[in-house]
């Protein structure tokens, strides 16, 4: 048996440089290792990354009982590490993503906040905080919506799994009307509903969003063809 203890820190430390995605880091860590328990505590500040998958349907979470092992321990020695951690993981201010239309509607911007993360051997991982879309786009019905609210609420549930709640909205200059979209649920699985004002049902809301004109004066406009 044997322990240590290490501690790791750095400022815009580039993790990951990509054509859709970059990541720097600025972590202050505490690694512990007792035999083959490794422990992970501190906190890590991202001043900025690019997330943009092109399919989440494809996107993989590596669970933490994966190991990869050496050579010796594919030759039969079973000796595996155990990792757990926790970690409070900070946004900075140049952080964007960009979540792919897997249901229909994407999603893009900015986005700031604190998140606590723990990990723990042969469970999922947990978070804890909220992210806030500080700027940025649904995109929907072949429209972009502005995003007037937006955020991520993670509740102690999977990090996969957070709660969401979004208002995007566009204006019809020529009628001085609004319309838009909000977008409720626990991700993936999202409700959408459109919204206007003034208020409108649904078929009227979608003849703004498709023509710029009311179903009445396409009704018209058909009429006196």
Avoid: C, W
């Avoid at 600025?26 to 490794?38: A, F, R, Y």
């Avoid at 349907?57 to 010796?72: G, H, M, R, Y």
């Avoid at 604190?114 to 429209?143: C, M």
């Amino acid at each position: 048996s044997y322990g240590s203890q290490i501690t790791i820190e750095g400022d815009e430390v580039q993790a990951i440089s990509l054509k859709n995605q970059h990541l720097t880091l600025s972590p202050k860590l505490s690694l512990n290792v007792e035999g083959n328990d490794i422990s992970v505590s501190g906190s890590m500040h991202i001043p900025s990354a690019r997330f943009a998958p092109k399919d989440l349907s494809t996107a993989k979470v590596v669970s933490n009982d994966e190991i990869i092992v050496s050579e010796k321990t594919q030759r039969g020695n079973t000796n595996v590490f155990s990792y757990t951690s926790n970690l409070d993981v900070s946004l900075g201010d140049n952080v964007t993503f960009k979540i792919p239309g897997t249901i229909g509607i994407a999603i893009q911007g900015k986005i700031k906040g604190k998140l606590t993360i723990d990990d723990k051997p042969g469970k999922a991982t947990l978070a804890r905080g909220e992210l806030e879309i500080a700027e940025g786009e649904v995109i929907a019905y072949k429209q972009k919506f502005n995003i007037e609210k937006g955020h991520f609420i993670y509740l102690g549930g999977p990090i996969d799994n957070p709660t969401v709640d979004i208002t995007a909205t566009r204006k019809i200059e020529e009628k001085d009307i609004i319309v838009g979209i909000n977008l409720r649920g626990n991700y993936p699985q999202l409700e959408h509903v459109l919204i206007s004002e003034p208020s409108m049902n649904e078929s009227e809301i979608l003849a703004y969003l498709f023509t710029g004109r009311s179903v009445d004066d396409l009704d018209k406009s058909q009429g006196q063809s």
